[in-house]
C-alpha cells in the first residue's frame, strides 16, 4: 500500500527538510529496530543538522558515525536488515552512493530471490541541483537503480510526501532508495500528516500511487522531484493562454504507477515528461516508452521530453540555471505538443 494520511488538524507548516527529520525520529521512536548511520550523522547532526538531537535522545547504538565508506557502510546496513533490525543510512549526497553501488544491486536487491529473506533497508539521497554545488554534488541519479530488481525508489517533492514516504520506506520489507532534493529543503513547506498507523510497528509494502497535482485536459505532464513544482508554475502561465495541463507527480519511481500514466494519456492525447536528471536512459525514457506502448491510439502527436542535457553540473551558479529545466522550456515543450 502507499499510504495516505489520515484527517490531521496540523495546521503548523513544516519546512521539507524537518518532516524528513520528523520522520526518522517519529519511526525510531516508535520501533528500538530502527537505527541510523552515515557520515557525521551523531555529534554533528548530519551536513544538513537533519539529526540534530538525535545523539541525546536515542544513544550512540542507534545514531553512529561512519568512516567514508560508502560500501562497507550499506554491507553493514544489508547484515543487519538479514537479522531483524531497520538501517536507515544516509549518503552525504547522492552522487556518492556508486561507491555502494554493487552492495545495492548485487546484495540487497537480490537478497530476497536468493534467500527469501526481506532486507528492511532505507538509503537517505539528498539529490539534485540548484545549489551551485558542481559535478559531484548534484546529480541525480534515480535511473541508475530504476534497472535493477529488487529495489524500490521514492522521490518525494512535497513536504508532505517527504514525511509519509520515509516513515512507509523504513517499514517496507525492501530495501527502498529515497532520494530526498536538496533544492526543497528549505523552499519548500507543508504540515507534518498524521501517520495512517501511528505509532505501531506494523509492515508496509510501498506501491505505485502518484498524484494528481493539478487536474487537466489538454496535455499531460509526468515528472517528480523538484520537477513538479517548475511543471506546476509552467502550467500557470500555459492555463493563461488557454491550455489545460494535467500534472502527474509520480513520487514513487520503482515501481511506476502505470495506470495514472496511462489514464491521464488516454484522455489529453498529448505527453511531456519532465525530470531533471540527464536526458538519456533518464526516468523520462521508460514513460515515454511506456506510453508509445500502451497508449499510442490514444496519443495525438509526439511526446516530448524535457531534462538535463548529457553533461556535468558546472559550479556556475548562472550555467546550471541555463542547463536546469525551468517552466519557460517546459512551457515551451507543451506548446510544441499542443501545435503538432
Known amino acids: 500500500m502507499l499510504l495516505m494520511p489520515k484527517a490531521s488538524t496540523a495546521t503548523e507548516q513544516k519546512l521539507y527538510v524537518d518532516n524528513i527529520s520528523a520522520a526518522l525520529r517519529d519511526e525510531m521512536r516508535a520501533d528500538e529496530n530502527v537505527y541510523f548511520m552515515g557520515q557525521d550523522v551523531a555529534e554533528f547532526g548530519g551536513p544538513f543538522n537533519i539529526t540534530t538531537g538525535f545523539l541525546e535522545e536515542f544513544g550512540a547504538a542507534r545514531i553512529f558515525n561512519t568512516p567514508i565508506s560508502e560500501s562497507g557502510t550499506v554491507g553493514i546496513a544489508v547484515g543487519s536488515a538479514l537479522l ?19 552492495q545495492l544491486v548485487n546484495v540487497a536487491a537480490k537478497m530476497y530471490y536468493r534467500m527469501e529473506q526481506p532486507v528492511p533497508l532505507v538509503i537517505r539521497l539528498p539529490a539534485g541541483g540548484g545549489v551551485g554545488a558542481g559535478a559531484f554534488h548534484s546529480q541525480n541519479n534515480e535511473a541508475l537503480f530504476a534497472h535493477t530488481p529488487g529495489l524500490k525508489i521514492v522521490a518525494p517533492a512535497t513536504a508532505e510526501d517527504a514525511y509519509l514516504l520515509l516513515r512507509a520506506a ?12 536538496k533544492y526543497l529543503y528549505r523552499r519548500q513547506k507543508g504540515v507534518t500528516p498524521t ?24 496535455v499531460t505532464i509526468v515528472t517528480y522531484g523538484w520537477m513538479v513544482h517548475r511543471s506546476l508554475e509552467a502550467a500557470e502561465t500555459l492555463a493563461a493562454e488557454g491550455i489545460d495541463c494535467e500534472v502527474i507527480d509520480l513520487r514513487v519511481l520503482a515501481p511506476l504507477d502505470t495506470q495514472a500514466i496511462l489514464e491521464s494519456v488516454e484522455k489529453t492525447s498529448k505527453a511531456v515528461v519532465v525530470h531533471e536528471a540527464t536526458i538519456t536512459c533518464g526516468i523520462g525514457a521508460e514513460v515515454s ?35 536546469l529545466p525551468n517552466p519557460d522550456k517546459i512551457a515551451a515543450a507543451v506548446r510544441a505538443a499542443v501545435e503538432w
Open 84 to 102: 531483524g533490525r531497520r538501517p536507515v543510512v544516509e549518503m552525504q549526497f547522492a552522487d556518492f552512493v556508486s561507491c555502494g553501488f554493487n
Open 289 to 323: 516508452a511506456l506510453i508509445a506502448e500502451h497508449a499510442i491510439g490514444y496519443l495525438d502527436g509526439p511526446i516530448k521530453r524535457v531534462a538535463y542535457p548529457d553533461q556535468p553540473v558546472p559550479f556556475h551558479k548562472s550555467l546550471e540555471a541555463a542547463a
Open 170 to 181: 523504513i517499514r517496507d520489507p525492501n530495501p527502498v532508495l529515497y532520494f530526498e532534493h
Open 195 to 218: 501517520f495512517p498507523l501511528g505509532d505501531t510497528t506494523a509492515s508496509v509494502t510501498l506501491e505505485a500511487k502518484a498524484a494528481v497535482r493539478r487536474p487537466g485536459a489538454d
